[in-house]
C-alpha cells in the first residue's frame, strides 16, 4: 500500500490523471508470462504507476521515492518479466508519453531519442534519409534506449551494424538520487557525438555488458550511432502471410547458406565477418522457418516421423542466412563473389534464395525491420530461452549443442514442444569480434506441464554454460546470478558496491539487477546438483 | 458467451505490445506509427489491446474488481480494431474485439453503467434511433426520391440509411446521393421510412445485449417481410452488425448484405455506373473500422485450442471492403487519389466508434484530429469517407480545428460524377 500523502506526491509530480493505484489497472503491467517461472504468471503488483511526461517529471518521481521510502523501476513497451516491480512498494515509471525522436542528425549520423521511440519507427524515419538503425533481436517493437542503456541488445544486423551497447553516444541519466548525470560529450555540453567524451564516460558502470534492466536510475534520452543505408525511403509490404510480401530493393541480394558441419559453418561466419560484407547474418535452422511461416501445418510434419523436416534440415544443415547490401551494382556483385568465395572454401552451398520471388517477399522485409520476433509465438504461444552471452562463435555454437541434448529430453517427455530442430538464434557481431547464441525452446505457457520443464531445463542451461566456460545472459536473474556469479569474478558483488554508491536510500527496484535468489533444489535431479557442486569448487572465486 | 469462455485469449497474451503499433513492416513515418487512439490518449498499458484482456484477466481471476473506474477504461475504446489486427498479423489464437465485448457485457450486468450510454439506450427503447429524435421523422431523409416502401410494397434492394444517416440533416447529401445512383442504375430500390429502426450494433457494442437482441430480432422480421433479395446500407456501423454482431448473437439474415460502396462498384464493372464528368480533386480516403477490419464476416464460433485455428477461419483485417471505395474513386475522371500512411487493415479510427462519440466526446475529437492532421499531410484538398458517424465526427473536428480538407462522402463524389442523361435525377 502507499500512504495518501506519497501518491499525492506522485500525482502532483506527474499531472492528475497521470497516476493510478486502481488494481485491475495495475495488473496490466503484472501479467508477464515471458521469462516468467512462477506458477501463476503474474509478477508483483506495485504500488503505483507513473506516466511522466518530461526528464524533470521523472526527477520529481524520483525524489519523491526517496522522501517516501518506495522503491522505482522505469519500464518503457514493458515485455517481459524483467520490466515488472519485484517488490510492493515500488512505483512503476511508465515512460510511454516521452515518445519523441529529438533530432536525427543526418551529417553526424546519430539520432536522439525518448524511451517509448520504437526501433520500427526509428528505421523507418532513418531510411527516408538514407540511414539505418540497429534493432534489438527482440523486435521493433522494442525500445532503442532500453536496449542501449538497460538490455543486452543483439539483432539481426548485428554484424553490419553492432550491438546496442556498441551504439550509444551519450546518455541523460536520472540517477537513483533524482539528479540528472549526462554521459558522454553531452555532459560537456557539447552535443551528442560521443559516449566516451569529452565528458563523463560511465559507459561500463551505466551498463556493463548487459545493463541494469531498470534498476539503476531511469535514462530520458539516449544518442544512437546511425549506419548508412543504401535501400529506398521505404518500402511497401503487404498480403496475408505476416504482412510482409515486399519487394526486397535491387540493392540487397538474399541467400540460404549450409555446410557438411558445424565447424565449418562458423568458419564461414568469422570469414564473412573479417571481409566486412552483409547487412543481416542470423542463424535460422530451416524446419524453425516452416514451423514459424506454417504453423498449422508443422505438427502434421512432426506426426508423420518428422521425415520431411529431418530432410530439410539435412539438406540445409549447420545453416545462417545472409542478406547483401550494395551502395552500387558493382559493390554487390563483389559482395556476392566474397560470399561464394567464402561459402565453397568451407565446403557449404549458397542458396540464391532471394532470386524466388516467394522467399524474396516473405522475409526481406522481416530480416530487414526484425519483424520475426513475434511470429517465435505462433506455435506454441510462448517461447523461453537460454539468454546465451557474448563469446567466440565456436563456444557459442559449442554451448547450444550441448543444451541441445538436454532440450530434446523434455521435447520427448512432453515438456516442451517439438519444434524439429535445434531452434538456435545465432548471429554475428561486427568484423567477428564475437557472437551471440540463443536456444530457443517452444511451450504453451498454459500448459503446467510445460511449465515445470522451465527451472531444470534452465539449470541445465546454466551448467552447460559453466562447462563451456560462458556467462550466459541470464544472469540478470537472481537464481542464475547467485551461481554465476563467484564463478566469474563475483561480477554481482562489484555490481552491488555500484549500485550502493549511486543509489544511497536503495530506492531503485534491483530485483534484476543485484538480487540473488538460493535455487530451488527440489525440482533438480541430485546427481545434477552434485555436478553443479564440483564445477563450483573448480571454478568458483578463481575466475579462471 | 462470457468473459470466461475467453480464458485462453486472455492468457495467450505474451504483453508483446505490437498491438500499440501499426504493423510493424507498415511503419513508414514516426509521426503515424501508431494505431491505438486509446492508449494514445491516455497513456496506460490497460488502455491498450493488451492491457484491457490483462485487466479481464484479472477481473476473472477475482485479482481486482470492476470498479467505476474500471469501467471507464474499459468504455475509453472505438471498438475500432486495431490492436485486433495487428496481433492477427502474428497470431490466430486471441481475439481482442470479442474480449471488449464480453468485458463491456460484463459492465451492464454488475451495473458498471456510463451514464451517456444509459441515455443513449433510452433513446432507442423510446424512439428506435440512438439519437433520439422522433420515431415519425426516419423516413424524412427520402422525400422526394421514389423509394419504395417496402412496408406496402416489395422491392429487390431494402435500403437501410442507419441512424445517423437518417437524422443528420447536415449528412443527407450523402444518403441522398446513394439512393440517387442505385435508381438511376435502374435498381428497385425500397426503404422502411418511419418504420426503420435502429440495427442494434451500437448497444450491442456497448454491452446491452438484451436491448440488441430486440433491434436484431426486429430487423431479422423486417427483411423477412419485405421479400428483398439484398439489404444495403451506407452506414459503415450497420454494416458491421449485420455482417458480424448479428451472427455472433446468433442470428442469420437471409439476404445478400452489402455497403452501398459494394454495390455501386458491382454497378460500375457491370457498366450501369458510369462516372464521365471531371472532378479535378486531390483526395484521400479514410477507411471506416466497421467497413474494414470490423466489417469482416464473423466465421463462427472456433472450438477447442485456436492456435489450430487456420488464418482463413480468424477474423484478420485483411478481408474488410476496402477496394471498392478506392476502385469508384479511381473511376472518377480527373479525380487524383492519395493515400495516407495507415490506411486499410490498419487505419487510424475517426473517434466515433465504441461509444465514444457519446461518452467522451473530447477524446472522439482528439482521435478525429489526428485523422485529419494525417489527411492534410498528403496534400488532399478532400478527405472521403462512406461512413455517416466517420464523417459527422471529422466534420465536427475541421470545424473546432480549422483544419484546411474537406470531408466528403464517397456517394457525393460519385454523383458529382455522373453525367445527367444517365437517368439521374439532379436536383
Known amino acids: 500500500m502507499i500512504s495518501n500523502s506519497a501518491y499525492g506526491e506522485l500525482e502532483q509530480a506527474v499531472g492528475a490523471g497521470f497516476a493510478t493505484r486502481e488494481p485491475a489497472m495495475i495488473d496490466s503491467y503484472c501479467w508477464q508470462p515471458f521469462l516468467n517461472m512462477s506458477d501463476d504468471l503474474w509478477v508483483t503488483r506495485p504500488a503505483a504507476v507513473v506516466l511522466p511526461a518530461s526528464t524533470e517529471q521523472v526527477q520529481e518521481v524520483v525524489r519523491s521515492c526517496n522522501r517516501n521510502g518506495l522503491k522505482f523501476k522505469a519500464l518503457s513497451t514493458g515485455w517481459g518479466a524483467q520490466n515488472g516491480a519485484t517488490s510492493e512498494d515500488v512505483v512503476l515509471i511508465d515512460l510511454r508519453r516521452m515518445d519523441r525522436i529529438v533530432e536525427i542528425d543526418e551529417q553526424n549520423m546519430y539520432a536522439v531519442v525518448e524511451p517509448y521511440v520504437c526501433g520500427g519507427e526509428l528505421q523507418a524515419e532513418c531510411w527516408k534519409r538514407g540511414l539505418n538503425t540497429h534493432i534489438v533481436g527482440a523486435g521493433p517493437h522494442a525500445s532503442p534506449l532500453a536496449g542501449a542503456t538497460s538490455m543486452h541488445g543483439c539483432g539481426n544486423d548485428s554484424i553490419s551494424m553492432s550491438t546496442s551497447s556498441r551504439n550509444v553516444l551519450g546518455v541523460e541519466w536520472v540517477l537513483p538520487s533524482g539528479d540528472v548525470l549526462h554521459l558522454g560529450s553531452p555532459g560537456s555540453g557539447g552535443g551528442w557525438f560521443c559516449g566516451d567524451g569529452p565528458g563523463p564516460s560511465l559507459r561500463g558502470i551505466m551498463r556493463g555488458t548487459s545493463g541494469a534492466f531498470g534498476g539503476f536510475g531511469v535514462f530520458t534520452k539516449v544518442a544512437l550511432k546511425l549506419y548508412h543505408w543504401p535501400g529506398p525511403p521505404s518500402i511497401d509490404s503487404e498480403g496475408m502471410v505476416l504482412d510482409s510480401t515486399g519487394e526486397l530493393p535491387d540493392c540487397m541480394r538474399f541467400f540460404n547458406c549450409s555446410f557438411s558441419s558445424e565447424r565449418d559453418s562458423v568458419e564461414a561466419m568469422y570469414r564473412i565477418g573479417e571481409a566486412e560484407i552483409g547487412c543481416i547474418q542470423v542463424r535460422m535452422v530451416t524446419s524453425e522457418l516452416v514451423l514459424l511461416i506454417m504453423p498449422h501445418l508443422f505438427p502434421k510434419l512432426v506426426k508423420k516421423g518428422g521425415t520431411i523436416l529431418k530432410l530439410l534440415n539435412g539438406v540445409m544443415a549447420h545453416p545462417f542466412m545472409i542478406l547483401l547490401a550494395g551502395n552500387s551494382p558493382g559493390e554487390l556483385d563483389y559482395q556476392v563473389k566474397v560470399l561464394h568465395d567464402i561459402i565453397r572454401s568451407c565446403n557449404g552451398i549458397a542458396m540464391d534464395t532471394g532470386s524466388i520471388a516467394p522467399a524474396r517477399k516473405l522475409m526481406g522485409m522481416n530480416l530487414l525491420r526484425c519483424t520475426i520476433f513475434p511470429t517465435v509465438f505462433r506455435f506454441g504461444n510462448m517461447f523461453a530461452t537460454n539468454l546465451d552471452g557474448n563469446e567466440a562463435l565456436d563456444t557459442q555454437s559449442a554451448w547450444t549443442h550441448a543444451i541441445q541434448e538436454h532440450k530434446s529430453g523434455y521435447v520427448r517427455t512432453g515438456g516442451l514442444i517439438d519444434d524439429g530442430g535445434e531452434n538456435p538464434y545465432m548471429i554475428n557481431y561486427e568484423n567477428n569480434l564475437y557472437g551471440h547464441c540463443e536456444t530457443i525452446y517452444l511451450y504453451d505457457h498454459r500448459n503446467p506441464r510445460h511449465r515445470e520443464s522451465l527451472e531444470p531445463l534452465g539449470f541445465d542451461a546454466t551448467l552447460c554454460a559453466i562447462e563451456q566456460c560462458n556467462v550466459p545472459l541470464s544472469a540478470f536473474e537472481p537464481v542464475t546470478r547467485k551461481i554465476m556469479s563467484p564463478l566469474a569474478y563475483d561480477f554481482n558483488e562489484w555490481q552491488k558496491k555500484i549500485s550502493a554508491a549511486f543509489d544511497v536510500n536503495g530506492v531503485s527496484d534491483t530485483g534484476f539487477y543485484t538480487d540473488e535468489k538460493d535455487p530451488d533444489f527440489s525440482k533438480i535431479d541430485p546427481a545434477k546438483i552434485e555436478k553443479l557442486r564440483r564445477l563450483q569448487a573448480r571454478f568458483g572465486k578463481s575466475g579462471d | ?427
Open chain 2, 1 to 427: 458467451m462470457a468473459l470466461a469462455d475467453f480464458r485462453d485469449d486472455m492468457m495467450s497474451c505474451v504483453r508483446c505490445s505490437s498491438c500499440k503499433w501499426i504493423p510493424f513492416n507498415q511503419m513508414k513515418s514516426s509521426r503515424f506509427a501508431k494505431n491505438c487512439p486509446s492508449i494514445c490518449m491516455h497513456g496506460f498499458h490497460s488502455y491498450s489491446g493488451s492491457g484491457r484482456i490483462n485487466m479481464g484477466l484479472s477481473l476473472l481471476e477475482g485479482r481486482s474488481e470492476l470498479t467505476e473506474k474500471v469501467s471507464e477504461v474499459i468504455y475509453s475504446c472505438q471498438m475500432c480494431g486495431a490492436c485486433d489486427t495487428h496481433c492477427k498479423v502474428y497470431r490466430e489464437v486471441i481475439d481482442v474485439n470479442d474480449v471488449f465485448l464480453e468485458l463491456r457485457a460484463r459492465c451492464v450486468e454488475d451495473g458498471q453503467l456510463m451514464l451517456e450510454h444509459m441515455a443513449v439506450i433510452d433513446a432507442l427503447k423510446r424512439e428506435n434511433n440512438m439519437l433520439g429524435e422522433p420515431k415519425a421523422e426516419r423516413g424524412v431523409w427520402a422525400d422526394g426520391l421514389g423509394l419504395k416502401d417496402i412496408n406496402v410494397e416489395a422491392a429487390d434492394v431494402m435500403f437501410h440509411a442507419g441512424c445517423r444517416f437518417a437524422y443528420d440533416r447536415d449528412l443527407w447529401p450523402g444518403v441522398r446521393s446513394a439512393v440517387k445512383l442505385l435508381m438511376a442504375a435502374g435498381l428497385d430500390v425500397g426503404t422502411a421510412g418511419a418504420e426503420e429502426s435502429c440495427c442494434g450494433g451500437r448497444a450491442f457494442e456497448l454491452g446491452y445485449r438484451g436491448e440488441a437482441r430486440n433491434f436484431f430480432e426486429d430487423m431479422l422480421a423486417r427483411v423477412k417481410s419485405s421479400g428483398a433479395s439484398m439489404l444495403v446500407t451506407p452506414c459503415a456501423d450497420g454494416y458491421a452488425a449485420f455482417k458480424y454482431l448479428f451472427p455472433l448473437a446468433g442470428i442469420e439474415l437471409p439476404v445478400e448484405v452489402l455497403h452501398t460502396a459494394q454495390l455501386l462498384e458491382r454497378l460500375l464493372l457491370e457498366g450501369r455506373l458510369r462516372p464521365r464528368r471531371r472532378v479535378p480533386l486531390k483526395v484521400t480516403y479514410h477507411d471506416p473500422c466497421h467497413l474494414g477490419r470490423m466489417g469482416e464476416p464473423y466465421l463462427g464460433k472456433w472450438e477447442g485450442d485456436k492456435r489450430e485455428r487456420l488464418r482463413p477461419m480468424s477474423r484478420t483485417g485483411k478481408n474488410g471492403v476496402y477496394d471498392p471505395p478506392r476502385n469508384l474513386l479511381r473511376s472518377v475522371p480527373g479525380l487524383s487519389l492519395v493515400e495516407m500512411e495507415r490506411i486499410r487493415e490498419y487505419a487510424w479510427c475517426c473517434g466515433a466508434g465504441g461509444g465514444v462519440i457519446d461518452a467522451f466526446p473530447e477524446y472522439a475529437e482528439w482521435t478525429a484530429a489526428e485523422r485529419l492532421e494525417e489527411a492534410v499531410s498528403t496534400g488532399a484538398e478532400i478527405l472521403v469517407t462512406s461512413c455517416p458517424w466517420c464523417e459527422r465526427v471529422l466534420n465536427d473536428a475541421v470545424e473546432k480545428s480549422g483544419a484546411g480538407i474537406e470531408v466528403r462522402d464517397l456517394n457525393e463524389i460519385l454523383l458529382d460524377s455522373c453525367a445527367p442523361g444517365e437517368g439521374l435525377v439532379i436536383e
